[in-house]
């Protein structure tokens, strides 16, 4: 803010035509035209803020048109932060204390957003000295806030460098090592929390240190790491939007359940190996740029060998070695940095250059760049010099050069024109990077994959890759074996089949196969089955199991198929059923046997109570017999359809009881395991027929009403009748029936209750418990 004194300008009074009128008006005209396209925006206002008169200018930087801003004060869309200031600094203008004052402010734009603003606003005052409006001047100065921004946050993400840097030395234990790093990690990358973890004996990460996490967290995704162990060279992994990256849901509701909604995970190397990570959270979306994750990189070295300085039988030999590394990576960066005139003459060379080249600065500096370029390349620098002059950047330009001991290899080099202060290109600059490494992990990594194919073509199973679109990129012999054909490499879509049809017959459309659901949707497809029709007519059944492939970015590269031939185990299936239905048939006939001689004794008994117990057991066996059909009449061997169980209990219950009583099912959802199907039929069976006898009314009419539902991984069975209910503590002891559900619901490691209003009953339970 500036303030500033000026003797306040008077206003003349106008007097009577004058041969020179027609000038004034000319020079008025000029005056406003120049007033409304000056290159800042200008408001009149008065004592109140109130808008008067506004130019073009400003329209354009608010958006608004100059009727909608007429009549609004200038606070109106003053950034609530920067209100206070203006208002006051107005205040004391208005009251004289000075003339005119300058401040910077953001301003609300009508379409969203904001811009900053600086702003000069000067008082008008008529003769006598009273104040009759103000003009304020508004220049856009968003673009240099937004640098200074910038420079504020490198020269921060700096000085928590340095900052860290100076701790270390003065560390002595891991504990101090782990508070110097957090604090550099939340202010160097601004992140609200951090974390640093290391990896144990057993090859798992475990939190060593951190800030601002709950102990439900850490316990949740302690371990996970996006790296092997043994990796040996791992890199950066950032998730920019939580909610959007390739997780489990799982661990997606853990990492957005603690307020965080992106993270970067930088790993830790020690001697070349991998020994921990370190982890910046941030509450809001966040986008990393390269400048952040090499800051991070860096803190992660600095962090890595203060770590080391202190671990190993060679503790004394590793601290200097810790040190020399430490000072090397803040003394300079490992990147050889180079200008040259534009006759080819190198003019500046920093210690990068003498590392990476062998030329001291004194042996470099005036020579011609062309001592570092072998004999067979000499014609690059012509034509890069030329690329130069016309202003052209050179990115990455890979290439070959020579060291002062005339070793050669591979390099990087990103040259920029260097301008002087009219823009006129004078030299160039140029950054040089060793990719000898990179190469030569692109040579093993063309190596990996000739074995990875020759692998996938030694294993007995169809397997192929498609890329990002789909198209088949690789298959093995055993491929062309299940498909009765060879696919086309680069033409073929999705899948390697001739035809595909779903598993009841239908025509299954390759662009809607597992391997195209694969790749459109990013996730692995499992527990699909399909069948594949071969050129001569031949079908065979099979599971897919497609999986998308990234890169390190996570970006999706393609996609992985293996294909299993269903042929002999739908054959064994077969012959399974065949077994299981004649199982059926003669458990079905000894059941309703059992039953019969049930109901027969229950006829000829003469004691009421032994009449009752052998009708109670007669249904029971009816309910478990429900139970067994369903059982033997579902195809899968391990689970069964909850709502077809439901369905046929509830019918055969039904059958025993009074005409006037009505069971009312609803449909019930999801599947349960085998082991569950007796327990609960006969759990349903008692709390079905209790309530026919205790919850309808006095004439014997009633309707019990049943559901079977299941939520979040678990079950409720409920039965509702019209009755007072039952207090359960009261009854548990005096009740057969009671005693059998509470057996049963322990069996089941289910929860039982009872409620009076309404009457209901309630089994919870999990669908895989069971005896």
Same mark, same amino acid.
């Given at each position: 803010?500036?303030?500033?004194?000026?003797?306040?300008?008077?206003?003349?009074?106008?007097?009577?035509?004058?041969?020179?009128?027609?000038?004034?008006?000319?020079?008025?005209?000029?005056?406003?035209?120049?007033?409304?396209?000056?290159?800042?925006?200008?408001?009149?206002?008065?004592?109140?803020?109130?808008?008067?008169?506004?130019?073009?200018?400003?329209?354009?930087?608010?958006?608004?048109?100059?009727?909608?801003?007429?009549?609004?004060?200038?606070?109106?869309?003053?950034?609530?932060?920067?209100?206070?200031?203006?208002?006051?600094?107005?205040?004391?203008?208005?009251?004289?204390?000075?003339?005119?004052?300058?401040?910077?402010?953001?301003?609300?734009?009508?379409?969203?957003?904001?811009?900053?603003?600086?702003?000069?606003?000067?008082?008008?005052?008529?003769?006598?000295?009273?104040?009759?409006?103000?003009?304020?001047?508004?220049?856009?100065?968003?673009?240099?806030?937004?640098?200074?921004? &910038?420079?504020?946050?490198?020269?921060?993400?700096?000085?928590?460098?340095?900052?860290?840097?100076?701790?270390?030395?003065?560390?002595?234990?891991?504990?101090?090592?782990?508070?110097?790093?957090?604090?550099?990690?939340?202010?160097?990358?601004?992140?609200?929390?951090?974390?640093?973890?290391?990896?144990?004996?057993?090859?798992?990460?475990?939190?060593?240190?951190?800030?601002?996490?709950?102990?439900?967290?850490?316990?949740?995704?302690?371990?996970?790491?996006?790296?092997?162990?043994?990796?040996?060279?791992?890199?950066?992994?950032?998730?920019?939007?939580?909610?959007?990256?390739?997780?489990?849901?799982?661990?997606?509701?853990?990492?957005?359940?603690?307020?965080?909604?992106?993270?970067?995970?930088?790993?830790?190397?020690?001697?070349?190996?991998?020994?921990?990570?370190?982890?910046?959270?941030?509450?809001?979306?966040?986008?990393?740029?390269?400048?952040?994750?090499?800051?991070?990189?860096?803190?992660?070295?600095?962090?890595?060998?203060?770590?080391?300085?202190?671990?190993?039988?060679?503790?004394?030999?590793?601290?200097?070695?810790?040190?020399?590394?430490?000072?090397?990576?803040?003394?300079?960066?490992?990147?050889?940095?180079?200008?040259?005139?534009?006759?080819?003459?190198?003019?500046?060379?920093?210690?990068?250059?003498?590392?990476?080249?062998?030329?001291?600065?004194?042996?470099?500096?005036?020579?011609?760049?062309?001592?570092?370029?072998?004999?067979?390349?000499?014609?690059?620098?012509?034509?890069?010099?030329?690329?130069?002059?016309?202003?052209?950047?050179?990115?990455?330009?890979?290439?070959?050069?020579?060291?002062?001991?005339?070793?050669?290899?591979?390099?990087?080099?990103?040259?920029?024109?260097?301008?002087?202060?009219?823009?006129?290109?004078?030299?160039?600059?140029?950054? &040089?990077?060793?990719?000898?490494?990179?190469?030569?992990?692109?040579?093993?990594?063309?190596?990996?994959?000739?074995?990875?194919?020759?692998?996938?073509?030694?294993?007995?199973?169809?397997?192929?890759?498609?890329?990002?679109?789909?198209?088949?990129?690789?298959?093995?012999?055993?491929?062309?074996?299940? &498909?009765?054909?060879?696919?086309?490499?680069?033409?073929?879509?999705?899948?390697?089949?001739?035809?595909?049809?779903?598993?009841?017959?239908?025509?299954?459309?390759?662009?809607?196969?597992?391997?195209?659901?694969?790749?459109?949707?990013?996730?692995?497809?499992?527990?699909?089955?399909?069948?594949?029709?071969?050129?001569?007519?031949?079908?065979?059944?099979?599971?897919?199991?497609?999986?998308?492939?990234?890169?390190?970015?996570?970006?999706?590269?393609?996609?992985? /198929?293996?294909?299993?031939?269903?042929?002999?185990?739908?054959?064994?299936?077969?012959?399974?059923?065949?077994?299981?239905?004649?199982?059926?048939?003669?458990?079905?006939?000894?059941?309703?046997?059992?039953?019969?001689?049930?109901?027969?004794?229950?006829?000829?008994?003469?004691?009421?109570?032994?009449?009752?117990?052998?009708?109670?057991?007669?249904?029971?066996?009816?309910?478990?017999?429900?139970?067994?059909?369903?059982?033997?009449?579902?195809?899968?061997?391990?689970?069964?359809?909850?709502?077809?169980?439901?369905? &046929?209990?509830?019918?055969?219950?039904?059958?025993?009881?009074?005409?006037?009583?009505?069971?009312?099912?609803?449909?019930?959802?999801?599947?349960?395991?085998?082991?569950?199907?007796?327990?609960?039929?006969?759990?349903? /069976?008692?709390?079905?027929?209790?309530?026919?006898?205790?919850?309808?009314?006095?004439?014997?009419?009633?309707?019990?009403?049943?559901?079977?539902?299941?939520?979040?991984?678990?079950?409720?069975?409920?039965?509702?009748?019209?009755?007072?209910?039952?207090?359960?503590?009261?009854?548990?002891?005096?009740?057969?029936?009671?005693?059998?559900?509470?057996?049963?619901?322990?069996?089941?490691?289910?929860?039982?209750?009872?409620?009076?209003?309404?009457?209901?009953?309630?089994?919870?339970?999990?669908?895989?418990?069971?005896?």
């Amino acid at each position: 803010m500036n303030i500033q004194g000026r003797p306040a300008p008077r206003l003349e009074p106008i007097d009577s035509p004058t041969p020179t009128t027609e000038l004034h008006s000319s020079s008025d005209d000029r005056l406003a035209a120049t007033y409304e396209h000056v290159g800042a925006g200008i408001v009149e206002i008065d004592r109140n803020g109130r808008m008067l008169r506004v130019n073009q200018q400003l329209c354009r930087l608010t958006g608004y048109t100059s009727s909608e801003l007429l009549g609004r004060t200038i606070f109106d869309e003053t950034f609530p932060e920067d209100l206070a200031e203006d208002r006051d600094l107005f205040r004391q203008q208005l009251a004289g204390a000075f003339e005119h004052y300058n401040i910077e402010k953001r301003i609300y734009r009508k379409g969203g957003g904001h811009f900053w603003a600086s702003v000069t606003s000067s008082s008008v005052r008529d003769a006598q000295g009273r104040f009759l409006y103000a003009v304020r001047v508004q220049h856009d100065i968003t673009d240099r806030k937004r640098a200074e921004q &910038a420079l504020a946050h490198r020269m921060q993400e700096q000085a928590a460098l340095f900052a860290f840097s100076e701790r270390l030395q003065h560390c002595s234990s891991d504990q101090q090592i782990h508070a110097a790093a957090l604090d550099a990690i939340t202010r160097a990358l601004a992140c609200d929390r951090a974390s640093i973890l290391q990896l144990d004996q057993a090859g798992v990460m475990r939190f060593v240190a951190w800030r601002g996490l709950s102990d439900d967290y850490r316990k949740s995704v302690e371990g996970h790491s996006p790296w092997a162990p043994d990796e040996a060279d791992p890199r950066p992994v950032c998730v920019e939007d939580v909610r959007a990256a390739d997780l489990s849901d799982e661990l997606k509701r853990t990492v957005l359940g603690e307020g965080i909604q992106a993270t970067a995970f930088i790993p830790i190397v020690q001697d070349g190996r991998l020994a921990g990570k370190f982890m910046a959270y941030y509450c809001a979306v966040h986008a990393f740029d390269e400048a952040e994750i090499e800051v991070a990189l860096t803190l992660a070295r600095l962090l890595g060998f203060s770590l080391a300085r202190l671990s190993g039988e060679d503790a004394r030999k590793a601290a200097e070695r810790g040190a020399q590394q430490l000072a090397a990576i803040v003394e300079s960066s490992d990147d050889a940095i180079v200008s040259k005139d534009l006759d080819g003459v190198i003019q500046t060379w920093n210690g990068g250059a003498e590392r990476l080249f062998g030329y001291s600065r004194e042996e470099a500096v005036g020579q011609p760049i062309t001592m570092l370029i072998p004999a067979d390349r000499q014609d690059e620098e012509p034509h890069i010099l030329a690329r130069i002059k016309a202003g052209e950047r050179i990115h990455h330009y890979e290439t070959i050069r020579q060291r002062k001991d005339g070793t050669t290899f591979d390099i990087s080099l990103t040259i920029s024109p260097i301008r002087d202060r009219w823009g006129r290109i004078i030299g160039a600059s140029k950054i &040089a990077r060793d990719i000898t490494t990179r190469k030569q992990a692109e040579a093993r990594l063309r190596e990996s994959e000739r074995r990875l194919q020759e692998l996938l073509a030694a294993i007995p199973a169809a397997i192929y890759t498609t890329d990002a679109q789909g198209k088949i990129t690789y298959f093995n012999q055993t491929a062309v074996e299940f &498909a009765g054909r060879t696919p086309l490499l680069g033409s073929d879509e999705w899948c390697v089949t001739w035809k595909l049809f779903y598993p009841d017959g239908t025509p299954l459309p390759h662009h809607q196969c597992p391997m195209a659901v694969a790749l459109r949707e990013g996730r692995a497809v499992r527990g699909v089955e399909a069948v594949a029709e071969r050129p001569d007519g031949t079908r065979v059944p099979f599971i897919p199991f497609p999986t998308p492939l990234r890169d390190a970015f996570g970006n999706i590269t393609g996609a992985i /198929n293996m294909l299993v031939d269903l042929s002999e185990r739908k054959q064994a299936e077969t012959q399974q059923r065949l077994l299981l239905n004649e199982l059926n048939h003669r458990t079905k006939n000894n059941m309703q046997m059992l039953q019969a001689l049930l109901l027969g004794a229950a006829r000829s008994a003469r004691s009421e109570e032994a009449r009752r117990v052998l009708e109670e057991a007669s249904g029971r066996i009816a309910a478990m017999a429900a139970a067994q059909r369903v059982l033997y009449g579902t195809p899968d061997a391990s689970q069964f359809s909850a709502d077809q169980f439901l369905g &046929a209990v509830v019918e055969t219950i039904q059958q025993t009881l009074p005409p006037g009583i009505r069971i009312a099912s609803a449909p019930a959802t999801g599947v349960l395991s085998n082991d569950s199907a007796m327990p609960l039929a006969l759990i349903a /069976n008692e709390l079905l027929t209790n309530a026919a006898k205790h919850g309808v009314d006095a004439s014997g009419r009633g309707t019990i009403r049943v559901r079977l539902t299941e939520q979040d991984g678990a079950f409720e069975l409920s039965v509702e009748d019209e009755g007072p209910g039952f207090d359960l503590e009261a009854v548990r002891h005096n009740s057969s029936g009671l005693r059998l559900v509470l057996g049963l619901a322990r069996q089941l490691q289910g929860r039982f209750e009872v409620t009076r209003n309404p009457s209901c009953a309630r089994l919870h339970f999990a669908p895989g418990r069971g005896a």
